[in-house]
């Protein structure tokens, strides 16, 4: 079957714009989550969704970020006037229910460059 | 306060050489061990896991040991393969959490 997907695959953008990254989990996977990787860096937590609520929204680094999911399948992560150090690799993962035990999979990821 | 520890930071072995990664960590809640594989451009796959009731699980060429009393867990790859380059990372689960803890990764080089 289909593993996630995500859109746009690359996106440049100049300083102080919005920008939207879409995720298209697994169907059926009611657990999902965003995460951020910065150039030779580990994997850093953003948000997680179980259904269409957030439960922990720990890792969003500002106020600039959000993120919403519908119809507990897509879901797209919004930056709002974009800064440089927001460049990175946005991952997308989703899991069959949130928690232990439970396999991510990742999508390819979007390439975020603010110039 | 980094919970787990992910060593060595990069790795250059020899075709038919073994690759060793360690992580170690500080929270004992910790109550599962898996280890992610990812290629230049995707995005990390799950590799191989362990359940600490156990101190050894085997998968081809893929064995996680791991030290509960050490609080470490590694990866062990057998003759490795130019294949097996990529970035590796660890990332224990707590009970009760739906966040894994992800090491800062592994770059592992395997020359052929």
């Not at chain 1, 937590?45 to 119809?71: C, M, V, W």
């Not at chain 2, 990866?75 to 490795?80: F, G, K, V």
């Amino acid at each position: 079957g289909a593993g996630v997907s995500q859109s746009p695959s690359n996106k440049v953008t100049e300083k102080g714009k919005d920008v939207e990254l879409r995720c298209d989990p697994i169907s059926g996977h009611t657990a999902l989550y965003w995460y951020r990787q910065s150039l030779g860096q580990g994997l850093e937590f953003l948000i997680y969704f179980q259904g269409n609520s957030a439960p922990d929204k720990s890792g969003l680094p500002s106020d600039r970020f959000s993120a919403e999911r519908t119809g507990g399948s897509v879901s797209t992560l919004t930056i709002q006037r974009t800064q440089q150090e927001d460049s990175a690799v946005y991952l997308c993962a989703s899991t069959v229910q949130g928690g232990i035990y439970n396999e991510q999979f990742f999508g390819p990821g979007t390439r975020l460059t603010v110039l | 306060q980094q919970q787990v520890k992910q060593s060595p930071q990069s790795l250059i072995v020899q075709k038919g050489g073994i690759s060793i990664i360690n992580c170690a960590y500080e929270n004992t809640a910790f109550d599962y061990f898996p280890w992610y594989q990812q290629f230049p451009g995707k995005g990390p796959a799950l590799l191989i896991a362990i359940r600490p009731d156990v101190s050894e699980k085997k998968e081809g060429r893929f064995t996680i040991s791991f030290n509960k009393s050490a609080k470490q867990f590694s990866l062990h790859i057998m003759d490795s393969q130019p294949g097996d380059s990529a970035t590796y990372f660890c990332a224990p689960f707590r009970r009760g959490s739906y966040i894994p803890t992800f090491g800062r990764g592994t770059s592992l080089i395997v020359h052929p």
